[in-house]
């Protein structure tokens, strides 16, 4: 259960930059999760849960996306798509790949509102 | 407003892992981050390749340990150095903890450092601390079928030493099937069987890793 420093990593990241472009409030956050991590999803909604009251992150949406696993063979360069087993290319069925996506754990945008959008929703 | 991060979430450990991973090349010192389950013989096998090695290689250990300090303990009344480091309740090691405990050790006094990580076949293997191979043990009582419930670290792992293997007759272990899964995640990663406490299947082991030492010296010019 590592994901509480998962997201404290996440909320750092993004209370930060939102702070930066005095923002007063982060409506969502959209994080990419590679298949070939050890995050579980329920754990990351339930730590994003309990961390986010009393930030700017209080009432976000937190957005995952799985990203599954995907190799290029060493050999003879085909790209394909796999699971954690039998890592091995189609073409020429060589276990000499190189991953190329799947243990992603990236920060990929957040979506904030500033001072003068809030006022401009308000508004008739 | 839609702002673009694409930034790595674990941006801190991957820094001072890379940070970790610069200075030990600069230095030719070959890092270990040997991963397994509690009582899998972790610390049995740190000391088997000591006792191997120690004429050959000067040698660290990190220990990483959720409490007390038994294990640095250990590897100290053999006269070896060891840093002992308390994760306080975290499941796992981060690289800004390895560099700490290498700031108290002679870097440049050291050909191999082995790291002992938290027992645990999960967390570890999504943090990076700047070594230069994962190696995962798992013992004969764990049973053959590990592998299909922790596959990350199977997946991840340069070395599989099966340790306890004196065990095999009083445990139902189906070691062609162990091994056919273990291909299955990792095709190319090399099994040793090792009895660490015994020293059957100690020197395969320390051989293939004393290999490993001499690339990293030889890249550093040592």
Redesign the interface.
């Known amino acids: 259960?590592?994901e509480m420093?998962?997201v404290s990593?996440?909320l750092t990241?993004?209370v930060d930059?939102?702070a930066r472009?005095d923002?007063i409030r982060i409506n969502e956050i959209r994080?990419r999760v590679g298949e070939?991590?050890?995050?579980v999803d329920d754990a990351l909604y339930f730590a994003f849960e309990a961390l986010t009251p009393g930030t700017l992150a209080e009432g976000a949406t937190l957005v995952v996306e799985r990203v599954p696993g995907r190799s290029k063979c060493v050999q003879c360069g085909t790209s394909f798509s796999h699971g954690?087993?039998?890592?091995?290319c189609p073409e020429c069925n060589s276990?000499?790949c190189e991953l190329v996506e799947g243990r992603e754990?990236?920060?990929?945008?957040?979506?904030?509102?500033?001072p003068d959008?809030a006022e401009a929703g308000e508004g008739p | 407003m839609k702002i673009d991060l694409s930034k790595p979430i674990l941006d801190r450990n991957e820094r001072f892992a890379a940070e970790n991973r610069e200075l030990f090349s600069e230095h030719g010192v070959f890092v270990l981050d040997l991963l397994a389950s509690p009582g899998a013989g972790k610390t049995s096998t740190i000391l088997a390749t000591i006792a191997a090695l120690r004429d050959r290689y000067r040698i660290a250990v990190i220990e990483g340990d959720i409490a007390s300090d038994v294990d640095a303990q250990k590897i100290k009344a053999h006269g070896v150095p060891a840093v002992q480091i308390n994760t306080g309740g975290a499941c796992h090691l981060e690289s800004d903890m390895i560099r700490r405990a290498v700031d108290t050790l002679e870097i440049a006094e050291i050909d191999l450092l082995i790291i002992e990580n938290v027992g645990n076949l999960v967390c570890p293997t999504d943090f990076d601390l700047g070594e230069n191979a994962k190696v995962m043990i798992l013992s004969v009582p764990e049973g053959h079928d590990k592998p299909y419930k922790y596959p990350n670290i199977f997946a991840r792992a340069e070395a599989v030493i099966l340790n306890k293997y004196d065990t095999m007759p009083v445990f139902d272990f189906d070691e062609d099937e162990f091994r056919e899964v273990v291909r299955r995640l990792n095709a190319t990663v090399p099994i040793f069987p090792m009895a660490a406490t015994k020293g059957p299947g100690v020197a395969e082991w320390a051989e293939w890793l004393a290999g490993r030492i001499e690339k990293q010296r030889a890249a550093a010019g040592r």
């Open positions: 259960m590592h420093g998962i990593g996440i990241a993004s930059t939102a472009k923002a994080i070939l991590t050890e995050i954690r087993f039998d890592v091995e276990y000499f754990l990236e920060i990929e945008s957040i979506d904030i509102d500033l959008e």
